[in-house]
T-cell receptor, first 116, second 116 residues
Framework: AQSVTQPDIHITVSEGASLELRCNYS??????LFWYVQSPGQGLQLLLK??????LVQGIKGFEAEFKRSQSSFNLRKPSVHWSDAAEYFC??????????????FGTGTLLAVQP | KAGVTQTPRYLIKTRGQQVTLSCSPI?????VSWYQQTPGQGLQFLFE???????NKGNFPGRFSGRQFSNSRSEMNVSTLELGDSALYLC???????????????FGEGSRLTVL
């Protein structure tokens, strides 16, 4: 079955500290992987995506993620967290490119709190 | 360029009523998807439309329906509302389906439905 697991429901980090949010997936074909961020009362904004090629992808707002096929993981990282990064982060998997659907399977999300 | 617009943003209904939610995609986008977001179930795929045709459907009862118009605007309808239908309903648009599609979904801010 296709699924995405985000093992951390809540994470609290201090401003300026580094951040890593974990994501593991189960998908029959080679997946396409996404990270989205949702601020309170807002929709989802795409941070970055992985289709193929270099397994380290750069996104907006200083985020990056690394695809590790052997571990079925796509962890999100940021070297220095800002207070404005406080939000909920969702990992998602799909196979849209060239396919007939944009359907994504989302993880349950990780709520990030940033301490001053 | 205007983003994805969803109306209404908030609404309150009672059990047994029906509701219609509207979504206007980004200009030029031809694909619209709908997701339901609840604290318990997270983000779940409802349907996907492209060129007025439903291309994919999630595992929801028949009370949930949708359609897409020739201008790519979409509506979803929920009949005979139940308490469990209380959720944030998110619409997402993308430029295309099939070859050349990047799979990036642009989300609206959602319609928050409360069923009493």
């Amino acid at each position: 079955a296709q699924s995405v697991t985000q093992p951390d429901i809540h994470i609290t980090v201090s401003e300026g500290a580094s951040l890593e949010l974990r994501c593991n997936y189960s998908y029959g074909a080679t997946p396409y992987l996404f990270w989205y961020v949702q601020s309170p009362g807002q929709g989802l904004q795409l941070l970055l995506k992985y289709f193929s090629g270099d397994t380290l992808v750069q996104g907006i707002k200083g985020f990056e993620a690394e695809f590790k096929r052997s571990q079925s993981s796509f962890n999100l990282r940021k070297p220095s967290v800002h207070w404005s990064d406080a939000a909920e982060y969702f990992c998602a998997v799909g196979r849209p490119y060239g396919g007939a659907t944009n359907k994504l399977i989302f993880g349950t999300g990780t709520l990030l709190a940033v301490q001053p | 360029k205007a983003g994805v617009t969803q109306t209404p943003r908030y609404l309150i209904k009672t059990r047994g009523q029906q509701v219609t939610l509207s979504c206007s995609p980004i200009s030029g986008h031809r694909s619209v998807s709908w997701y339901q977001q609840t604290p318990g179930q997270g983000l779940q795929f409802l349907f996907e439309y492209f060129s007025e045709t439903q291309r994919n459907k999630g595992n929801f009862p028949g009370r949930f329906s949708g359609r897409q118009f020739s201008n790519s605007r979409s509506e979803m309808n929920v009949s005979t509302l139940e308490l469990g239908d209380s959720a944030l309903y998110l619409c997402a648009s993308s430029s295309n389906l099939g070859q050349g599609n990047t799979g990036e979904l642009f989300f609206g801010e959602g319609s928050r439905l409360t069923v009493l």
